[in-house]
Structures are given as structure tokens and as C-alpha cells.
Nanobody, 124 residues
């Protein structure tokens, strides 16, 4: 079965860049019809789609985060990576990677596969 695992630092200082990697096993990130996304959940708030990378390497981002967000991939490692620059405490959240046949939604049912999530705190 498809499994996703997030990895990266759990503490980032304000103004720095948050970088997280999602490792996918049991399925290829280049599989036709599938999209690979990052979703976050700030404390006390709902899920918030951050961005998605597609089969051929193009990406889409949440409009409010577009200027600060970059998603890339390493197909040889079956990994994709989130970089969120110029972070503030408002970026503190549990960050999830997810995959499925749709993208851009803010509901758990919008995606077929989920990582466990990783807590990232932005603090000095």
C-alpha cells in the first residue's frame, strides 16, 4: 500500500525557510493521474491546502502563499519537498503530505493517502 512520511526540522526561526520532505513508498510520484500535495493545520484551525506538484513537475500553490512557497521533487528518491520562506509564527502548524487523484481541497476526504503529519513550530 501507499505510504507517505514527512521529515524535517520541527523548529524554524522567524524569517528563515521551512523545508520538509515527503518520502513516498508503495507507489510512484510519477504515476499518471495522481497529484502530490502539502496540507497544514494551524493550532485551533482547519486543514489548509498549501500546494501540489503534478506528474510532470509543474506545481500549484495556495494564492495567499504563492510568493513564499516552492514544491520540488526528486523522482529518483520518490520524494517531494516543501519550502516555505520568510516564515512567521503564523506558519506554525502540523504539516501533512498527501496524495490522490484530486488536489486543492481542504478536506481530509479530498486525498487518498496521508502522512502522519509533523509539527513545525516557528519561534525564536
Amino acid at each position: 500500500q501507499v505510504q507517505l512520511q514527512e521529515s524535517g526540522p520541527d523548529l524554524v526561526k522567524p524569517s528563515q525557510t521551512l523545508s520538509l520532505t515527503c518520502t513516498v513508498s508503495g507507489g510512484s510520484i510519477t504515476t499518471s493521474g495522481y497529484h502530490w500535495s502539502w496540507i497544514r493545520q494551524p493550532p485551533g484551525k482547519g486543514l489548509e491546502w498549501v500546494g501540489t506538484i503534478h506528474r510532470f513537475g509543474t506545481s500549484d500553490y495556495r494564492p495567499s502563499l504563492r510568493r513564499r512557497t516552492s514544491i520540488s521533487r526528486d523522482t529518483s528518491k520518490n520524494q517531494f519537498t516543501l519550502q516555505l520562506s520568510s516564515v512567521t509564527p503564523e506558519d506554525t502548524a502540523v504539516y501533512y503530505c498527501a496524495g490522490g487523484r484530486t488536489y486543492g481541497g481542504n478536506s481530509r476526504t479530498d486525498y487518498d493517502y496521508w502522512g502522519r503529519g509533523t509539527q513545525v513550530t516557528v519561534s525564536s
